[in-house]
């Protein structure tokens, strides 16, 4: 393999592992429903352009690589003519099909002697290579994108729905006393009055975010691109440590529910604490916002065999299932929608109403500087995340005793 073979190998291998690599996405989105997210319309973007510059790239080196090997292959018919002509004896022979091989094996055998040349020729001893002889000429292919575990579903945040974060402090007006309306108590009697009282929640940005420093090499030699692979894992622990901030904010804040009892648990008494924790809720807030509860995945083996989802009628659940996981949700349980996530505390649900707890978000995003004298790349994923608690009684906490 000569120099333009080798290089246009290398940029058909990075072009086709930056189209994995989109299709891998696609796919994720398509798998959970769900639009593209701003971090993976960056990818897509930066990936497609790097794409144009490798076709623009590829397309002058093939039709060279075209050529080349079209002068090389005439080059030697032309000496093989030659040769023939000079009446040198062939070096080699080659069969153009199997049918002309075996018109040779009839001819020799009814005594054509340049037919037997030929077979002889063709037949006679060589050295046999194997594999074991060129290892420096057989790559070893990367197959598909990275592989990478990690959860970047933050089902907590995605049920709140994060707010546009407005600055770096920020204030949340509350009403803390109502005004009062009773009957009156006769004619010309004075109406009940008290005034009303509001005050102010505060929310402060906290800052989250993380760094790696790339050398040049490693962004020019890896396949697929580390770059996008360290962009996309910085992007993933962020949002493990934002729903993770969220998760242990509302827990601390959260009001005692009735725990469900030591030992096995049973349909009951896992629907008499949510039912509690529902009417805690509608206590504190009044019926407003959507109700969701949210558990860690040590709780799953304690709710799943109580709620299968086999022969649901007339039961208190539909039954949960493991197939949704993905996308945080795992069934229903009263008709309170139960979700999943790995920043929930151990061996606890927390039942919320959106009404009772608030996110504000403000993603910088990825952000690079250039350190010429180590010829490396300083790569930065951060943003601006801030958890609130609008009303502790509208998120409710309940405990499973080991």
């Not at 989109?22 to 796919?27: A, F, P, S, V, Y």
């Not at 009773?182 to 509001?198: M, R």
């Not at 493990?240 to 242990?248: D, F, K, M, Y």
């Amino acid at each position: 393999m000569n120099t333009t073979d080798a290089l246009l190998a290398r940029y058909q291998a990075e072009s086709e592992e930056r189209s994995t690599f989109i299709d891998g996405i696609l796919e994720a989105a398509e798998k959970e429903t769900r639009d593209l997210t701003s971090q993976e319309l960056e990818l897509l973007t930066r990936t497609r352009e790097r794409m144009q510059e490798l076709s623009a790239q590829i397309e002058p080196l093939r039709t060279a690589a075209q050529i080349n090997r079209a002068s090389r292959d005439r080059t030697a018919e032309i000496a093989a003519q030659f040769a023939s002509a000079r009446g040198e004896p062939a070096r080699s022979m080659e069969y153009r099909s199997a049918g002309e091989y075996a018109l040779d094996m009839w001819r020799a055998g009814v005594g054509d002697a340049s037919a037997r040349d030929r077979l002889d020729l063709f037949q006679r001893a060589a050295s046999h290579q194997t594999t074991a002889d060129n290892p420096g000429l057989i790559p070893t292919p990367i197959i598909g994108p990275v592989v990478s575990f990690i959860d970047t579903n933050r089902s907590l945040v995605t049920q709140l729905g994060p707010r546009q974060l407005p600055g770096q402090t920020w204030s949340r007006p509350k009403i803390t006393q109502h005004s009062s309306v009773a009957a009156q108590t006769g004619e010309k009697v004075e109406l009940v009055s008290q005034k009303l009282t509001i005050t102010k929640l505060t929310g402060t940005a906290t800052t989250y975010g993380g760094y790696v420093n790339v050398s040049r090499q490693n962004i020019d030699f890896t396949q697929p691109g580390v770059m996008d692979i360290v962009i996309t894992d910085l992007a993933g622990e962020y949002a493990v440590q934002t729903e993770a901030a969220a998760c242990t904010t509302f827990d601390t804040a959260s009001t005692a529910g009735i725990p469900i009892a030591t030992g096995a648990a049973t349909a009951a008494g896992v629907s008499t604490s949510l039912w509690d924790a529902a009417s805690k809720i509608y206590t504190a807030t009044k019926g407003q916002g959507r109700l969701f509860a949210i558990c860690g995945p040590d709780m799953l083996p304690v709710l799943a065999p109580v709620f299968p989802p086999v022969n649901p009628m007339n039961a208190i659940s539909p039954g949960l299932s493991a197939s949704d996981m993905g996308s945080g949700l795992v069934g229903s349980v009263s008709g309170i929608p139960l979700y999943v996530s790995a920043g929930i505390g151990a061996l606890r649900i927390l039942v919320f109403s959106t009404a009772a707890a608030e996110v504000y978000e403000d993603r910088i995003g990825s952000l690079q500087v250039v350190e010429p004298s180590v010829l490396g790349i300083q790569v930065a994923y951060a943003g601006y995340f801030s958890p609130l608690t609008i009303d502790a009684g509208g998120i409710v906490k309940i405990v499973k005793t080991p």
